[in-house]
């Protein structure tokens, strides 16, 4: 009786297939994460740096900026008080003028150009004792 049970039933410890054996599915699902998990890593990494690089760019185009606001104006001052240098040389040239000294020397201050009467002749025959300012003083008072 035995063997006509055992026949029919097969062995009853050993099954017919043996499925496949996975003795650590959390570790190869974890591979899978830890490598999407990098490269979710790195591509964060890599868009917190381009973000950066982009606001750093946007601060020096703002600092560009207001250099060439400043610069700007300082040309504007440069032009401006190239302008009045100019207009100071021209007056220079204009109050420097022979005939312009001349008229303010005549009219301002009553000078005229000496005639003969006003000059002193200081002669080489005479005594070589005195000197020039006694001789000049001796001239004009007598």
């Given at each position: ?5 055992g026949a ?11 499925p ?37 760019l ?42 312009r ?7 301002k ?14 002669y ?19």
């Amino acid at each position: 009786m035995s063997s006509a049970v055992g026949a029919t039933r097969g062995n009853a410890f050993q099954p017919a297939t043996q499925p496949a054996i996975n003795y650590n599915p959390r570790r190869r699902e974890a591979s899978v994460d830890s490598v999407t998990s990098k490269g979710n890593k790195t591509l964060a990494k890599f868009i917190i740096i381009v973000i950066a690089v982009i606001f750093i760019l946007i601060g020096f185009q703002a600092y560009t900026a207001t250099l060439q606001y400043e610069n700007n104006i300082l040309l504007q001052e440069n032009e401006y008080l190239q302008a009045e240098i100019d207009s100071i040389k021209s007056q220079i040239v204009e109050e420097t003028k022979v005939t312009r000294i001349e008229s303010i020397a005549t009219h301002k201050y009553g000078m005229v150009y000496p005639t003969s009467d006003n000059c002193i002749t200081i002669y080489e025959g005479k005594e070589g004792g005195e000197n020039l300012a006694a001789t000049i003083k001796g001239e004009a008072y007598n």
